[in-house]
T-cell receptor, first 113, second 115 residues
Framework: DQQVKQNSPSLSVQEGRISILNCDYT??????FLWYKKYPAEGPTFLIS?????DKNEDGRFTVFLNKSAKHLSLHIVPSQPGDSAVYFC????????????FGKGITLSVRP | DTGVSQDPRHKITKRGQNVTFRCDPI?????LYWYRQTLGQGPEFLTY????????KSRLLSDRFSAERPKGSFSTLEIQRTEQGDSAMYLC?????????????FGQGTRLTVV
């Protein structure tokens, strides 16, 4: 069973506009959420994270929003750039020192020049 | 520091053969993780080490799989009697307390093809 779901496999956005990538989870024990970006032929790269005690975390052009009641989080990229074109994975972890992550299937973002 | 390094990048093997992959983490990172990724899926947790101690193994890691981190530095992942279902990208990641122990840095992976 998919505990972390990224239901949209792809997203295409015009350069300069906002990209919104969505992620849903089912396990209420998840305590920490992360987004990773992956380019072809490379490993995933950590992008941004958020703890369950927060509802927003911002880092430059990237903002992650968490809605615990809806078990939903989203990654906003503003403004989108062609270099942002990649696969984005949402991941979640339980509390404690065991930082084992459960990943979603990923969303392929294409930013059109 | 050149990041997490994995070797080989690609491996093609015949069904039934044994294969071994190596991961060199970022130096001084205490934690080392192995994940597996198949086509169209996100990475799936296999196992992780805290220094040389293997602290958890996923049920995905059958008896044919073994991982070691003998001196708390590099790690090896061995698959015995490979099967076609083992074909996947095997990813290694490392982290330290500074990253909240989360696998912030992944290697480029070893792509295994079992024919």
């Amino acid at each position: 069973d998919q505990q972390v779901k990224q239901n949209s496999p792809s997203l295409s956005v015009q350069e300069g506009r906002i990209s919104i990538l969505n992620c849903d989870y089912t396990n209420s024990m998840f305590d920490y959420f992360l987004w990773y970006k992956k380019y072809p032929a490379e490993g995933p790269t950590f992008l941004i994270s958020i703890s369950s005690i927060k509802d927003k975390n911002e880092d430059g052009r990237f903002t992650v929003f968490l809605n615990k009641s809806a078990k939903h989080l989203s990654l906003h990229i503003v403004p989108s750039q062609p270099g942002d074109s990649a696969v984005y994975f949402c991941a979640a972890s339980g509390a404690g020192a065991n930082s084992k992550l459960t990943f979603g299937k990923g969303i392929t973002l294409s930013v059109r020049p | 520091d050149t990041g997490v390094s994995q070797d080989p990048r690609h491996k093609i093997t015949k069904r039934g053969q044994n294969v071994t992959f190596r991961c060199d983490p970022i130096s001084e990172h205490n934690r080392l993780y192995w994940y597996r990724q198949t086509l169209g899926q996100g990475p799936e947790f296999l196992t992780y080490f805290q220094n040389e101690a293997q602290l958890e193994k996923s049920r995905l890691l059958s008896d044919r799989f073994s991982a070691e981190r003998p001196k708390g530095s590099f790690s090896t992942l061995e698959i015995q009697r490979t099967e076609q279902g083992d074909s996947a990208m095997y990813l290694c990641a490392s982290s330290s307390r500074g990253q909240g122990w989360f696998p912030a840095f992944f290697g480029q992976g070893t792509r295994l093809t079992v024919v």
